[in-house]
């Protein structure tokens, strides 16, 4: 039982680790596509990462749902 609650705790742990990153990540992409829409200065914290984020930010629309291939088509 004490390894089975030392497993929940350490995924426990993680998935909010990782909550707190993507949050973070999102944030900040956020934050860059504010600016480049109101045409202001990149925020100096941004502007080392800011190619990798706006790169980022071209696969983050809302695109591509309702989109099927052939092999995807639900059948009906």
């Not at 504010?34 to 983050?60: K, V």
Request: glycine share 6%; hydrophobic share 30%; with cysteine.
């Amino acid at each position: 039982m004490l390894r089975r609650e030392a497993r929940l705790r350490r995924e426990y742990l993680y998935r909010k680790a990782r909550e707190e990153a993507q949050r973070s990540a999102q944030e900040r992409k956020e934050r860059l596509r504010r600016a480049l829409e109101e045409n202001r200065l990149i925020p100096t914290e941004l502007r080392r990462e800011a190619l990798a984020l706006q790169g980022s930010l071209e696969f983050d629309d809302a695109g591509g749902e309702g989109n099927y291939t052939r092999c995807d088509q639900p059948r009906g």
